[in-house]
């Protein structure tokens, strides 16, 4: 058994997975660079270690200064977080290289999901229903061509390394290919290192769905349902719900079993997500996330488990602590982002929280690392809070959501709170009528 965690992250993950700990009797470690000295997840660790300058590179992505750490704190595992080294088999393999634990999947799985394609042709063995495209990489624009004529316009050249929807062009008609051929290379190669690019059939009106799964690494395996994420900007998540508004419960297990077989059949261990476009009734495969989302905690909602906690039993050994048979979805649970980013161009605002007031009540959860005179570093990603509602059903939540809102207060820096508001009164958000469209679409129109 674990009594000491590194947690190898900042920001409110790192704060979740400080809960976790604590629950469960176990010491934290937390990690920072200099810019966060007086940062929430610092304040709230029981030991805290400056492990380098501001930029990440410098910092939180610092392997030997991360090993080091654990080693003069005798942390005996590592939670990851989300983005950083979480998806990092390298990292991986350098924790075992040093007797350490790393809570997450192993890296081979991390390294295969983390490649597109063999991501792709892995989970296509495994049963898995994937996009139409390319048989793996191609090569230049005359392949990506044929390609694009056997599948039919309009397609998608994506990068195999890639992520955060970055590496993704869109060629309408063949005229557009080999600019979009050419600009998803580059972008490819300087974003990820990797200019290896793939072809799949671009889908015009699909819904994001995922579904989350959750190995012992010893066979066993089990789904928590999906989450709708359909509702982004630049391929990225803004609002997500659980369960999915247009997902139906006999859907729900029959693709949920599928997922859970898939990571049963290469014993898979921890939490992981597989995504899926969603179209006309059919689920096709995209890609598989290693490692907690995001958007986890709506799941956590409506199957009222805790995650983080299941990741650090597993990791320890122990056997997951439910059944498929125990799951089952209660009611209806939604998350917003909010980004200290300025509306309409989401311009990263970082700068002082005058004043931070989060909303309570009645299934309101807010994971947040903010506090009263907080001073938001300009080096790291935008997100500063997740507001998260849970209701008997999605009026209830959404009525919630928006009562949510009307408590919170964020002063001092502009957030993306505007954009949430305005949402509520759609009608389209109100029926859950939407698709990963929508949302850019209505921008436009409205901002
Ligand atoms: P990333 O790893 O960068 O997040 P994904 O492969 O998960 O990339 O895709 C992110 C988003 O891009 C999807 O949620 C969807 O909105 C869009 N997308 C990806 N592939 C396709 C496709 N074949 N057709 C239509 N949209 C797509």
Not at 350 to 359: L, N, S
Request: charged residues 25%; contains cysteine.
């Amino acid at each position: 058994m674990f009594d000491k965690i590194l947690i190898a992250n900042r920001g409110e993950i790192a704060l979740r997975v400080v809960r976790a700990c604590r629950e469960m009797g176990i010491k934290s470690v937390a990690v920072h660079s200099t810019a966060d000295a007086d940062a929430m997840h610092v304040r709230m660790a029981d030991e805290a270690i400056c492990i380098g300058p501001p930029a990440g590179t410098d910092s939180y992505l610092r392997i030997p200064a991360i090993i080091a750490a654990c080693e003069v704190t005798g942390a005996q595992a590592i939670h990851p977080g989300y983005g950083f080294l979480s998806e990092n088999a390298d990292f991986v393999q350098v924790i075992e290289d040093h007797g350490l634990t790393f809570i997450g999947p192993t890296a081979e799985h991390i390294r295969i999901m983390g490649d597109k394609i063999t991501a792709k042709d892995t989970m296509k063995k495994l049963g898995v229903p994937c996009v139409p495209g390319s048989d793996g990489g191609v090569p230049d624009v005359a392949s990506a061509k044929k390609v694009g004529k056997e599948l039919g316009y309009p397609v998608i050249v994506k990068a195999t390394a890639g992520g955060g929807g970055r590496g993704m062009k869109l060629a309408p008609t063949e005229a557009d290919m080999e600019s979009a051929f050419h600009t998803a290379r580059a972008e490819a190669l300087s974003g990820f290192g990797n200019d290896e690019v793939y072809i799949e059939k671009y889908l015009t009106k699909p819904r994001h769905i995922e579904v989350q799964v959750f190995g012992d690494g010893k066979g066993n395996a089990v789904h928590l349902g999906e989450r709708d994420c359909s509702l982004q900007r630049r391929h990225q998540k803004v609002f997500e719900e659980a369960p999915g508004p247009a997902i139906t419960p006999e859907m729900r297990a029959r693709i949920g079993k599928t997922c859970a077989d898939a990571v049963a059949g290469i014993n898979y261990i921890g939490a992981g997500t597989i995504e899926f476009l969603y179209e006309d009734g059919e689920f096709y495969f995209i890609e598989m996330n290693t490692r907690l989302q995001v958007e986890h905690p709506v799941t956590e909602a409506v199957f009222g488990v805790d995650l983080v906690r299941e990741q650090i039993r597993v990791a320890e050994g122990l056997p997951m602590s439910f059944t498929q048979d125990d799951l089952e979805v209660q009611g209806h649970a939604i998350e917003v982002r909010i980004n200290a980013e300025k509306l309409p161009n989401f311009t990263p605002c970082p700068g002082t929280i005058t004043q931070f007031h989060a909303p309570g009540g009645l299934g309101v959860r807010m994971d947040s690392a903010l506090y009263d005179g907080y001073k938001i570093p300009p080096y790291y990603d935008s997100l500063i809070g997740k507001l998260i509602v849970h209701g008997r059903d999605r009026p209830e939540a959404l009525a919630r959501l928006s009562r949510a809102l009307g408590e919170l207060i964020v002063d001092g820096v502009d957030t993306t709170l505007p954009l949430f508001h305005a949402l509520l009164a759609e009608k389209d958000i109100q029926t859950g009528n939407y698709d990963i469209h929508w949302l850019e679409k209505w921008l436009e129109e409205n901002l």
